[in-house]
């Protein structure tokens, strides 16, 4: 049986609102040492990230505006890419392969239901293929 991320991901999740104070949630992405969370609406969906990357943009804004205020919608990456729950772990390989990202929200039937990250396909890798001395997946797909 061949694993997915959703047997890896995490569940547990930071995640802000738009509306939240930008200084309060980098607060939080410092405390908890996470490089970026999921930035949700009202209604539960995914509207954008937020990253320690995005927070750096606070600086900018004071040096104009002489203000550390803001809201999360202001620095957020409205840009999001998402994997499906039911991804291989080969197939997050290959996007983080393909990315600049350390984390992807991972998202069923398009709703939030967790998050993967390059430590989170090294471990299933580790578990799964390297500490048992199996071969290695292989890519069924035809490309």
Same mark, same amino acid.
């Given at each position: 049986?061949?694993?997915?991320?959703?047997?890896?991901?995490?569940?547990?999740?930071?995640?802000?609102?738009?509306?939240?104070?930008?200084?309060?949630?980098?607060?939080? +992405?410092?405390?908890? /040492?996470?490089?970026?969370?999921?930035?949700?609406?009202?209604?539960?969906?995914?509207?954008?990230?937020?990253?320690?990357?995005?927070?750096?943009?606070?600086?900018?804004?004071?040096?104009?505006?002489?203000?550390?205020?803001? /809201?999360?919608?202001?620095?957020?990456?409205?840009?999001?890419?998402?994997?499906?729950?039911?991804?291989?772990?080969?197939?997050?390989?290959?996007?983080?392969?393909?990315?600049?990202?350390?984390?992807?929200?991972?998202?069923?039937?398009? /709703? +939030?239901?967790?998050?993967?990250?390059?430590?989170?396909?090294?471990?299933?890798?580790?578990?799964?293929?390297?500490?048992?001395?199996?071969?290695?997946?292989?890519?069924?797909?035809? /490309?």
């Amino acid at each position: 049986m061949n694993a997915t991320i959703e047997d890896y991901m995490a569940t547990d999740l930071v995640t802000f609102s738009p509306e939240e104070d930008i200084v309060r949630a980098m607060r939080i +992405l410092l405390e908890t /040492r996470y490089s970026g969370a999921p930035v949700l609406d009202r209604d539960g969906q995914l509207v954008g990230v937020l990253s320690k990357k995005d927070c750096l943009a606070i600086v900018y804004n004071t040096a104009y505006h002489q203000d550390w205020g803001g /809201r999360v919608e202001q620095y957020m990456s409205r840009k999001v890419e998402t994997i499906d729950a039911a991804s291989s772990i080969l197939e997050a390989a290959e996007k983080f392969l393909n990315s600049s990202f350390r984390r992807f929200p991972v998202v069923r039937d398009g /709703r +939030l239901v967790g998050q993967i990250s390059r430590f989170d396909i090294l471990r299933a890798i580790d578990e799964r293929y390297l500490r048992e001395g199996r071969q290695a997946p292989q890519d069924n797909s035809n /490309r």
